[in-house]
């Protein structure tokens, strides 16, 4: 396959990486220098002054008697040997207002002793000299910095010339480094996950790194190949499935016409026709089972890729370093939701699938699809607007869940599909009676459009109008298949009405019970949930794997819990016997002994014991209703199914610190 070239933001980020390791090496190297130059300054200064205070001390102690007797020629003498030093420019002997002796360097000649106080190229000393304890007279002298400034010129000169070469140097093998452990590798990923964002899961993962990088490839691959796999099974179980039902209609037929004909075969046909059902039974319980093995198996890597990018994102990043995160956010929650899709299309086919009845405001629902909508159409510059008719009721009975969820759905296909124009959702009312009322929702874009000979097809599931929209747009056709069953759960239809070129409206209509204001529940107000601060828990992490392992560790650092990882069952269960935890969190398929046993292991010796049970989660990557049913009868708390994000983890955890479980979450909701 051939590579893409590589975007001007890549080489963006190259330079400005130059630039700041450019910066801080030199900031770091300079600012030695700079503390070595004024260091050897200060050392030069005082070597200078000790040396002016030795001669100005030698005075003191040799001048005395010359001075007191009036011998000028001594006081001459010693001048003359002061001068030997080439520091020295100006001495002098003073005794009353008498100079007995002074004598400077040639080029000052003819200047006083006041000339070099006020230098600051000159080091001045004046002392008295004494007999008896008497003033008798002054030696004054002038020590020159002339050889210290060149002195220190020289080594100013020499030091940033070594602290440039230090700097070339460093820089140029930090900037090696980082573009052979860093850039390079994250460019390439990031090539390979936007490539499989589009839609293109054949793109090539280079997963040789052997650090965090090449963690997150291999699992990113790992997933791609996961989804590439469920998807062409997934047809194949359909295809083996719909010729099971079609040999069972066959069959029933024949039997039937049969039965007609001769009566004495009754027996025979009607033991082929349960053969037969128990057939395609097993066929759709094999499905199922396929299915939620390949749900594990998918969550469970997707776990440490949605942990890991909602980590690097809290983290400080570059701009381009957050888009990079932010394609890996996306292309993992895209692939989630293709997953809940497949699980929600088998729950279906299924009938494991159930809507709840309960009270709710239409207008809360809408302001809050249409909110989530409005940010998509902003990114494309679409107009969008939800409107609901007057005489629509403000609160109706019915599964609130399940009608967000095929608004989504429409509500997102318009956007997805359309490129200039706007988006319009209306509600109105098709039809009343004394019990309820049958809504109907449209959804009008001005996109790319259906042609009329594939309006029936894109409600089937994996179809799409044509064959280059998946390529072009992505997505796998289950959201119109998914919201059809879901509209006929509700007791309504959905149809469609498009003109290729000009823009589609989706149609559909669900029914739902009204009363009169007296019989509405008054809910009780929803109030916020306070983010308080973790409790100090001492948690026990029932994980064999190292990433989602990594992942939990990662989210409750900074906070006041302290984690213990153990990487199969029979050696969590034991480490706990030796007490000392306030939480477990529990994954359910592990080696030498799984999370179901592990749980119940746990319960019967705390029941032994005579203690208070610890709270245990659930935090597995089996996400089906009745997995988290297993979790609860085999003695968890609470249910988390992977991937799990830091929010939900640390709302749980705040939950059962409280003394709350899902069973009493249950019982407060019904």
């Given at each position: 396959m051939q590579h893409r070239a590589r975007l001007p933001r890549a080489d963006s980020l190259s330079r400005r990486a130059k630039l700041a390791q450019l910066a801080f090496i030199s900031a770091i190297v300079l600012v030695f220098s700079c503390a070595l130059i004024l260091f050897n300054a200060y050392r030069l200064h005082v070597r200078l002054s000790e040396r002016a205070d030795s001669i100005a001390h030698l005075a003191r102690t040799s001048l005395a008697s010359a001075v007191w007797q009036v011998d000028y020629a001594s006081a001459r003498d010693f001048i003359d040997a002061v001068l030997q030093d080439d520091t020295v420019a100006f001495a002098q002997v003073v005794t009353g207002r008498e100079v007995m002796a002074a004598k400077s360097r040639p080029r000052f000649t003819g200047h006083g002793y006041d000339y070099f106080t006020k230098d600051r190229r000159f080091i001045t000393k004046s002392v008295e000299i004494r007999k008896y304890g008497d003033w008798i007279g002054s030696f004054n002298l002038a020590v020159t910095t002339e050889g210290y400034v060149q002195e220190m010129a020289m080594y100013v000169g020499l030091t940033f010339a070594l602290a440039g070469l230090l700097i070339l140097t460093l820089t140029l093998a930090a900037v090696r480094y980082m573009r052979k452990h860093f850039l390079t590798p994250l460019m390439d990923l990031e090539e390979s996950a936007t490539t499989i964002a589009d839609g293109n899961?054949?793109?090539?993962?280079?997963?040789?790194?052997?650090?965090?990088?090449?963690?997150?490839?291999?699992?990113?691959?790992?997933?791609?190949?996961?989804?590439?796999?469920?998807?062409?099974?997934?047809?194949?179980?359909?295809?083996?499935?719909?010729?099971?039902?079609?040999?069972?209609?066959?069959?029933?037929?024949?039997?039937?016409?049969?039965?007609?004909?001769?009566?004495?075969?009754?027996?025979?046909?009607?033991?082929?026709?349960?053969?037969?059902?128990?057939?395609?039974?097993?066929?759709?319980?094999?499905?199922?089972?396929?299915?939620?093995?390949?749900?594990?198996?998918?969550?469970?890597?997707?776990?440490?890729?949605?942990?890991?990018?909602?980590?690097?994102?809290?983290?400080?990043?570059?701009?381009?370093?957050?888009?990079?995160?932010?394609?890996?956010?996306?292309?993992?929650?895209?692939?989630?939701?293709?997953?809940?899709?497949?699980?929600?299309?088998?729950?279906?086919?299924?009938?494991?699938?159930?809507?709840?009845?309960?009270?709710?405001?239409?207008?809360?629902?809408?302001?809050?699809?249409?909110?989530?909508?409005?940010?998509?159409?902003?990114?494309?510059?679409?107009?969008?607007?939800?409107?609901?008719?007057?005489?629509?009721?403000?609160?109706?009975?019915?599964?609130?869940?399940?009608?967000?969820?095929?608004?989504?759905?429409?509500?997102?296909?318009?956007?997805?599909?359309?490129?200039?124009?706007?988006?319009?959702?209306?509600?109105?009312?098709?039809?009343?009676?004394?019990?309820?009322?049958?809504?109907?929702?449209?959804?009008?874009?001005?996109?790319?459009?259906?042609s009329g000979d594939k309006l029936g097809a894109i409600f089937e599931a994996f179809t799409q109008a044509d064959s280059s929209t998946t390529r072009q747009f992505g997505g796998t056709g289950l959201g119109l298949a998914i919201s059809k069953e879901l509209v006929q759960m509700m007791g309504g239809r959905i149809w469609a009405e498009s003109t290729p070129g000009k823009g589609s409206t989706f149609h559909f209509t669900a029914r739902f019970d009204t009363a009169r204001p007296e019989d509405v529940p008054v809910p009780e107000p929803v109030r916020p949930p306070e983010e308080d601060p973790l409790p100090p828990l001492n948690v026990l992490m029932f994980e064999d794997s190292r990433y989602n392992a990594f992942v939990a560790q990662t989210y409750l650092e900074g906070t006041p819990c302290r984690m213990t990882v153990v990487e199969d069952g029979r050696s969590g269960v034991e480490l706990f016997k030796k007490g000392g935890w306030d939480l477990v969190l529990m994954d359910i398929q592990m080696p030498v002994m799984d999370g179901f046993e592990a749980t119940r292991a746990i319960r019967e010796w705390e029941r032994a014991q005579g203690l208070d049970p610890v709270p245990i989660v659930a935090m597995t990557a089996f996400a089906m209703d009745d997995d988290a049913r297993r979790c609860l009868e085999a003695g968890a708390d609470s249910h988390l199914p992977k991937p799990v994000k830091k929010s939900a983890l640390f709302a749980t955890i705040r939950r059962l610190a409280a003394g709350k479980t899902d069973q009493e979450e249950e019982t407060d909701h019904a």
């Open positions: 899961l054949d793109a090539p993962i280079d997963t040789s790194a052997s650090n965090e990088l090449g963690s997150l490839a291999r699992a990113i691959d790992d997933m791609r190949q996961s989804v590439r796999h469920l998807i062409r099974d997934l047809q194949e179980a359909n295809a083996k499935l719909q010729n099971h039902q079609n040999s069972l209609e066959s069959t029933v037929k024949e039997r039937t016409e049969e039965l007609k004909r001769k009566n004495d075969s009754l027996n025979g046909a009607l033991e082929q026709v349960r053969r037969a059902k128990q057939a395609a039974e097993v066929a759709n319980a094999a499905k199922s089972s396929f299915l939620a093995s390949m749900s594990h198996e998918i969550r469970t890597p997707m776990n440490a890729i949605l942990g890991m990018a909602d980590i690097l994102w809290e983290t400080e990043l570059s701009e381009d370093q957050a888009r990079y995160v932010d394609v890996f956010r996306t292309a993992g929650e895209n692939l989630l939701e293709i997953l809940d899709d497949i699980l929600d299309l088998s729950k279906i086919e299924a009938g494991h699938l159930t809507l709840e009845k309960t009270w709710f405001p239409l207008t809360e629902i809408l302001d809050r699809t249409c909110g989530v909508i409005q940010t998509k159409a902003s990114k494309k510059g679409l107009g969008l607007s939800c409107v609901a008719a007057p005489e629509v009721p403000a609160r109706i009975n019915g599964d609130p869940t399940r009608l967000r969820q095929v608004l989504f759905n429409l509500l997102g296909n318009a956007i997805k599909f359309t490129d200039a124009g706007s988006v319009a959702m209306n509600v109105d009312i098709a039809s009343r009676d004394d019990e309820g009322v049958v809504l109907h929702f449209s959804i009008t874009d001005t996109g790319v459009g259906v």
